[in-house]
């Protein structure tokens, strides 16, 4: 039995898989694209330290200085799942990532890397182009016009990733995609999967305070420790929602209210893409406002289910 925990950033995921685990014997394996990060605890809000404890996986285990990727990640969750010592424990998968639980039951694609010769013909590419007054999505456009036609203009790393793949191969991103995966936990696996659904004004408020609570309580040491090291511009950790307003505040290019603003703003809108995804993909997933996971009714009907 597999036990499945997403919602909206700041809707509890943490405190309610904690209760879960405790209740069911679990474990706890993050599904959070950015709680990976060890660099970044408070940014990134992962479980503190009276939450946290032997129970939680996955968690603050990689360098934001270093390249991670779902496929990571996976082989990981892969490699937690086979270890011998866990195999009566019950998993408990919690995070705010739609694309890490997609992968987990449908599989991930494999894509080739990409060469360093093949990177360097890209920017050739562009520097040829821009001479032209002409954008690296110009260049996708003649190589795979119906991948192109996907892609915003503007979203530069995943069009100079499909455009090398194309480079690379002579095969088309979709190609790739469309090939045969492996799930790690199969369509068949028993599994319940919950989707937190709180009151929308109210986890907007939750937002804001816990923003608030972040900037008070040591997340621009945090980030500054981080600047201090170089991390590169293209790092997988800039992806952090408030990292690169705190980035600039570091650097005095912004003020502390106006990052205050723009950093609360941006989380209530990724709140709002992480319903949007939950509309589309965990249709099936059971959803459940703060009043029912916040009652113990809801950890005895899981521990019921457990037990059957």
Same mark, same amino acid.
């Given at each position: 039995?597999?036990? #499945?925990?997403?919602?909206?950033?700041?809707?509890? %995921?943490?405190?309610?898989?904690?209760?879960?685990?405790?209740?069911?014997?679990?474990?706890?394996?993050?599904?959070?694209?950015?709680?990976?990060? %060890?660099? &970044? $605890?408070?940014?990134?809000?992962? $479980?503190?330290?009276?939450?946290? =404890?032997?129970?939680?996986?996955?968690?603050?285990?990689?360098?934001?200085?270093?390249?991670?990727?779902?496929?990571?990640? &996976?082989?990981?969750?892969?490699?937690?799942?086979?270890?011998?010592?866990?195999? /009566?424990?019950?998993?408990?998968?919690?995070?705010?990532?739609?694309?890490?639980?997609?992968?987990?039951?449908?599989?991930?694609?494999?894509?080739?890397?990409?060469?360093?010769?093949?990177?360097?013909?890209?920017?050739?590419?562009?520097?040829?182009?821009?001479?032209?007054?002409?954008?690296?999505?110009?260049?996708?456009?003649?190589?795979?016009?119906?991948?192109?036609? +996907?892609?915003?203009?503007?979203?530069?790393?995943?069009?100079? *990733?499909?455009?090398?793949?194309?480079?690379?191969?002579? /095969?088309? &991103?979709?190609?790739? +995609?469309?090939?045969?995966?492996?799930?790690?936990? $199969? $369509?068949?696996?028993?599994?319940? #999967?919950?989707?937190?659904?709180? =009151? *929308?004004?109210?986890?907007?408020?939750?937002?804001?305070?816990?923003?608030?609570?972040?900037? +008070?309580?040591?997340?621009?040491? @945090? !980030? %500054?420790?981080?600047?201090?090291?170089?991390?590169?511009?293209?790092?997988?950790?800039?992806? !952090?929602?408030?990292?690169?307003?705190? /980035?600039?505040? #570091?650097?005095? +290019? %912004? @003020?502390?209210?106006?990052? *205050?603003?723009?950093?609360?703003?941006?989380?209530?809108?990724?709140?709002?893409?992480?319903?949007?995804?939950?509309? *589309?993909?965990?249709?099936?997933?059971?959803?459940?406002?703060?009043?029912?996971?916040?009652?113990?009714?809801?950890?005895?009907?899981?521990?019921?289910?457990?037990?059957?």
């Amino acid at each position: 039995m597999y036990i #499945c925990i997403a919602g909206p950033t700041a809707s509890g %995921k943490s405190e309610f898989a904690l209760r879960v685990a405790k209740e069911v014997d679990g474990i706890i394996i993050n599904t959070d694209s950015m709680q990976v990060y %060890k660099e &970044l $605890p408070i940014l990134t809000a992962q $479980p503190f330290a009276d939450m946290y =404890d032997n129970r939680h996986f996955l968690y603050g285990h990689v360098s934001v200085y270093t390249h991670y990727s779902v496929a990571q990640w &996976l082989n990981e969750v892969a490699n937690l799942l086979s270890n011998k010592a866990l195999r /009566y424990k019950k998993k408990i998968f919690v995070g705010g990532s739609g694309l890490y639980f997609l992968s987990l039951f449908n599989g991930l694609s494999y894509i080739p890397e990409v060469s360093k010769q093949t990177e360097k013909k890209i920017d050739d590419l562009v520097e040829e182009y821009q001479l032209k007054q002409l954008s690296i999505h110009d260049i996708l456009l003649k190589y795979d016009e119906p991948v192109a036609a +996907q892609l915003h203009k503007n979203d530069t790393k995943r069009i100079r *990733r499909a455009l090398g793949v194309f480079l690379q191969t002579g /095969y088309s &991103l979709r190609f790739w +995609q469309n090939q045969k995966k492996t799930a790690i936990i $199969p $369509p068949n696996e028993a599994k319940l #999967c919950f989707f937190l659904n709180p =009151d *929308r004004a109210l986890l907007y408020q939750k937002i804001n305070d816990r923003v608030d609570h972040m900037l +008070q309580n040591g997340v621009i040491e @945090e !980030v %500054k420790h981080v600047m201090e090291q170089k991390i590169a511009y293209n790092a997988t950790a800039r992806q !952090v929602l408030g990292f690169n307003y705190l /980035y600039a505040y #570091c650097n005095k +290019q %912004k @003020e502390l209210d106006e990052i *205050r603003y723009l950093i609360q703003r941006d989380v209530r809108r990724y709140a709002k893409r992480q319903w949007s995804w939950a509309k *589309r993909y965990m249709q099936e997933w059971q959803n459940l406002t703060e009043e029912v996971y916040r009652e113990t009714q809801i950890i005895d009907h899981i521990t019921k289910n457990c037990e059957d």
